[in-house]
């Protein structure tokens, strides 16, 4: 792209305050200004925008209860083929882990990848290497080692890389570990037009967890499991300490099943919650969120006395790699977050501002369901998988997940 290519494309995308940016900036900036004019989908940016115009609306979709398996009350019949289903997948090395860790983790606050976060146990382990001591005694105990898929993002690669080199990788087999950064989209302000960030270069932001799907085909993540054979991915979070990642229960219902995608569920806490609950909507598996429903959809009670729509969605997920690859092929639905975005203004100057100004277009790994015949969901216990780490106090912070992951191992 030359310099008259790229003001036509900014002329004509009424993006022209990316060339002000542009006249302003030293040669390696420009450098770089020119290569992501040349990669953004301008009109994909538009599109975007537009979308912030106009409300959601969901009344028109059906939104059932879905059905789930509760592995507490599975018999000694169904656990062991489940188990035996799963378990030979396993020790084929036909299964692996994907871990997202792109995420911005801004309400924890923490500089640097979340998985570099020290939960305060006695050991000082980081995330990361929770992790990896899981992931190793599953290895073990299966004779194979896991490969394992790690998802970061622009802003957190290199940290990321950097600090399993520095640790060794904490004693794991270094090739059985990928790392693969995410996707990201610009940031536009309330007007559509795209901000500038302190760099001088055009801001972007990580599309949202959804994005998965898409940057494992593009970055070769899914052309790497099919050489290696490799049929099935759990997906799951960083920031998720007692995560049970190799999970052949899971995967021996999704075989029994004959379907290629499986999630695990927690019961809601109470009826008030603000999760994400597993649903079918217009017959297909999805998550409807809290914001979603009424309060009497909420409260609903079946004949046991349980909430209707009381599977928690907790980010645990397990996909064939022909499903992830057919995602991969379609277009997730953006969801907009409207957030507070320093950038530099027309004359230079940098804007902190004190109020949300600009708009993040974010798209969700659960929209993806919709996209999947079926999906066999399993309902596990809350205090043995599942302790999250958001908050920087309070609920679901590191003093909780530290408390949950002791007793957990303690017991
Ligand atoms: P959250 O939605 O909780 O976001 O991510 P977050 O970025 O960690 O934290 P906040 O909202 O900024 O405070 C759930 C999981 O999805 C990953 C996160 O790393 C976490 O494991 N994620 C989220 C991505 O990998 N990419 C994204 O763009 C967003």
Not at 65 to 86: Q, R, T, V
Not at 125 to 132: G, M, R, V, Y
Not at 198 to 217: L, N, R, T, W
Request: net charge negative; proline share 3%; with cysteine.
């Amino acid at each position: 792209m030359n310099i008259d290519e790229l003001e036509e494309k900014l002329k004509s995308a009424d993006q022209m305050q990316i060339l002000s940016a542009y006249n302003r900036a030293d040669d390696d900036t420009k450098k770089e200004l020119m290569n992501q004019v040349e990669r953004i989908d301008f009109s994909q940016v538009a599109d975007l925008y537009e979308t912030t115009k106009h409300e959601v609306n969901f009344n028109n979709d059906v939104i059932e209860a879905i059905p789930y398996i509760d592995k507490d009350k599975l018999s000694e019949e169904e656990y062991s083929k489940y188990l035996k289903l799963g378990e030979d997948e396993i020790k084929a090395g036909r299964y692996s882990v994907v871990t997202m860790a792109g995420g911005q983790g801004t309400r924890l606050g923490h500089t640097g990848p979340k998985g570099t976060f020290d939960i305060g146990l006695d050991s000082h382990k980081s995330i990361f290497e929770i992790l990896i001591d899981s992931l190793k005694a599953d290895s073990e105990k299966y004779g194979v080692t896991i490969q394992w898929y790690i998802m970061t993002s622009k802003e957190n690669n290199a940290d990321t890389v950097a600090f399993f080199e520095k640790n060794n990788y904490f004693g794991y087999d270094k090739n059985a570990i990928m790392f693969f950064e995410q996707g990201k989209l610009p940031m536009v302000d309330e007007a559509g037009k795209i901000l500038i960030n302190e760099k001088g270069i055009i801001k972007e932001a990580s599309d949202g967890h959804g994005g998965i799907f898409e940057s494992m085909k593009k970055n070769g993540v899914t052309d790497d499991m099919n050489k290696k054979g490799i049929k099935w991915a759990f997906v799951g979070p960083v920031d998720n300490v007692l995560v049970k990642m190799v999970d052949p229960i899971l995967l021996g219902i999704m075989i029994d099943q004959n379907v290629p995608a499986g999630g695990k569920s927690t019961v809601k806490a109470n009826p008030a919650e603000k999760v994400g609950v597993f649903c079918k909507r217009n017959g297909k598996p999805g998550v409807v969120e809290y914001t979603e429903i009424s309060k009497e959809m909420a409260e609903r009670v079946d004949e046991n006395g349980e909430l209707v729509f009381g599977e928690s969605h907790i980010n645990c997920n397990m996909f064939s790699v022909k499903a992830i690859e057919e995602v991969a092929n379609k277009k997730l639905p953006y969801h907009i977050a409207h957030k507070k975005a320093s950038y530099i203004d027309e004359n230079g100057n940098l804007v902190v501002p004190e109020k949300p100004n600009a708009y993040k277009f974010e798209s969700f790994i659960f929209d993806a369901f919709d996209m999947l015949d079926d999906m066999a969901i399993l309902r596990v216990k809350r205090e043995e998988e599942f302790a999250p780490v958001k908050n920087a106090e309070g609920t679901d912070s590191p003093e909780t997940a530290r408390k949950l992951y002791e007793d957990y191992f303690k017991k």
